[in-house]
């Protein structure tokens, strides 16, 4: 089979190489995947760079996301059958509270990831894919998707008449919009260019920010809302303080963001008087990602895919993930 490769050491996409390995076979309590296609998240960028420790000593395949079918089952197994349409699970969290070890999923630290031909995976990392999704979208689901799930309808969940701000344009924004679009909140979303904020109200926001021209869109946020109930930050904590403003009374922000950490002190006061919740997110589990997919199949809700290119063109598709213009998911056509 073919499979793609960081090589051990390497710091930008010249260590990213196709080559040629022996098709493996799953041992006992594992099953192999037939990929047909895999996604990109921001998380891949931070993987090829080896930021953050998400890189081990060795040559790694990288990308977590990805969806195929079984082909073959190991020793034991009782819980899946050959032919059965899966895709894989980020962490090795079932339910419940996630462990407290760190990590950052398939295809990073020492665990492989998707982008391959064929995949072997123990059992619990599998789950089954929405039935009204075909491969390339359900290929967007394990991190992004599931990441939005969580922060939309764990610990404070969205109500009909909430009001939700999401940032940006990535796919865990847009994920977030549409699943709380389908439960019947109103989003609110904001974006440096006018042309995306257009896509935005097109795909049912309600309303749309240009932080560039609104520079204290927090405030902003909050003169048109009233407060919105919750905000869904992919940005970090350079963003914090202005989502903390975007809030109403008891509001929560969900912090996800993997961009900016350069922001001044945080606004206790307002915090405290808005008696307001920061909660991270660790993407979700393999319970959360079974809702998830009820409530996909239910709502009939469309993975939004921005482009999509060959297993040969993958490097490609890295460049494609990091730019600026991105509004969606990029994915890879494996098989």
Known sequence: MKRWILKAGSTDLEGLVLEDVPTPEPGAGEVRIRIHAVSLNYRDQIVLSGEWGSRSNRDLVPISDGAGEIDAIGAGVTTWAVGDRVTGLYFAWLRGAPSSEYSFGLGAMNEDGML???VVLPVDRVVRMPASLDYAESATLPCAALTAWNAINEDHPVQP????LVLGSGG???FAMLFARAIGAEVIATSSQDAKLDRWRALGASDGINYRSTPDWGKAVLERTGGVDKV???VGTGTLNQSLTALRYRGEVVLIGLYQFDQGPLEFATLMRKNATVRGTSVGS????EAMVQAIDQYK???PIDRRFRF?????AYLA?????LFGKIVIDVA
Request: glycine share 0%; aromatic share 6%.
């Open 116 to 118: 391959a031909e064929y």
């Open 161 to 164: 008449d909430h009001k939700v």
């Open 172 to 174: 865990v924004s847009l």
């Open 232 to 234: 869904v930050d992919v």
């Open 286 to 289: 393999a319970e959360m990602y």
């Open 301 to 303: 809700i469309q993975p």
């Open 312 to 316: 040969e063109d993958a490097k490609q």
């Open 321 to 325: 993930q990091s730019s600026p213009d």
